[in-house]
C-alpha cells in the first residue's frame, strides 16, 4: 500500500464545531485529493492540489476548505461542521494528473460523524 | 452535473456464477478506470482503459471500453467469495468522477 496516513481515522464531533483532517504521505506524490463517500453517491471529490500552496475545487466544495503548506500535508477543514458532512473522507494521492494517467491511491478513511 | 451512472447498485450471488458491473456517462470519457473497495476498506486501482474497443483481462475479470468511450463493463466469470466487496468505475470528463458502485456479495 501507498504511504498514506490518515488523522483522524474517526471523529464524532457536534453541529457548529471546527474539524480539521489531515492526510499524509511518504510517496513525495505532486497531487492530492480529499473525496468524501455516501451510500448511493460513490466518490466525490471535494477539493485537490496539484503543489505546495496550490489548490482548487472539486465537484462538492461548500463548506470545506483545504491547505498544502507542504508536499506530504493536505489538510481539509470544515469551518462550522453540519450533519450533513457525516460522511467517510479519503485522502488520495497520484503522481501524475488523474487527466492523464492518474492512478489513485486511496487512504484508509476518516469516519466523520457530525450530531 | 456530469455524472457517470452505474448499475446495478447491489448484485447477489451464487459461488461460481459470473458477475457484470456497467458504467454509462452522457459524455465522452478521455479514460476510465475501475476500482475495488473491499467492506470496511479503502478503494484500491484495478484498471485503466483508454482507447476505443479497449478490452483488458486481468485472470477473471474482463474489462471493456466502449467504441464511443461512453461506456464500460466489468464482467467476473465463476465468482469467488474473494470478489466480495464494491466496484466502482471511474471516469475521466475533466476530473475523474466515480460511479456510485456495485456491491457485489457472493454465497459460498
Known amino acids: 500500500d501507498a504511504g498514506i496516513t490518515q488523522s483522524p481515522r474517526h471523529k464524532v464531533t457536534e453541529t457548529g464545531t471546527p474539524v480539521t483532517l489531515r492526510c499524509h504521505q511518504t510517496?513525495?506524490?505532486?497531487?492530492m485529493y480529499w473525496y468524501r463517500q455516501d451510500p448511493g453517491h460513490g466518490l466525490r471529490l471535494i477539493h485537490y492540489s496539484y503543489g505546495v500552496k496550490d489548490t482548487d475545487k472539486g465537484e462538492v466544495s461548500d463548506g470545506y476548505s483545504v491547505s498544502r503548506s507542504k508536499t506530504e500535508d493536505f489538510l481539509l477543514t470544515l469551518e462550522s461542521a453540519t450533519s450533513s458532512q457525516t460522511s467517510v473522507y479519503f485522502c488520495?494521492?497520484?503522481?501524475?494528473?488523474?487527466?492523464?494517467?492518474?492512478?489513485?491511491?486511496f487512504g484508509e478513511g476518516s469516519r466523520l460523524t457530525v450530531l | 452535473g456530469q455524472q457517470v451512472m452505474q448499475i446495478p447498485q447491489y448484485q447477489h450471488v451464487q459461488e461460481g456464477e459470473d458477475f457484470t458491473t456497467y458504467c454509462n456517462s452522457s459524455t465522452t470519457l478521455s479514460n476510465i478506470q475501475w476500482y475495488k473497495q473491499r467492506p470496511g476498506g479503502h478503494p484500491v486501482f484495478l484498471i485503466q482503459l483508454v482507447k476505443s474497443g479497449e478490452v483488458k483481462k486481468q485472470k477473471r475479470l474482463t474489462f471493456q471500453f466502449g467504441e464511443a468511450k461512453k461506456n464500460s463493463s466489468l464482467h467476473i466469470t465463476a465468482t469467488q467469495t474473494t470478489d466480495v466487496g464494491t466496484y466502482f468505475c471511474?471516469?475521466?470528463?475533466?476530473?475523474?468522477?466515480f460511479g456510485a458502485g456495485t456491491r457485489l456479495t457472493v454465497k459460498p
Open positions: 488520495a494521492i497520484s503522481d501524475v494528473w488523474t487527466l492523464t494517467t492518474g492512478e489513485l491511491f
Open positions: 510517496e513525495n506524490h505532486r497531487y
Open positions: 471511474a471516469g475521466n470528463m475533466g476530473d475523474m468522477r
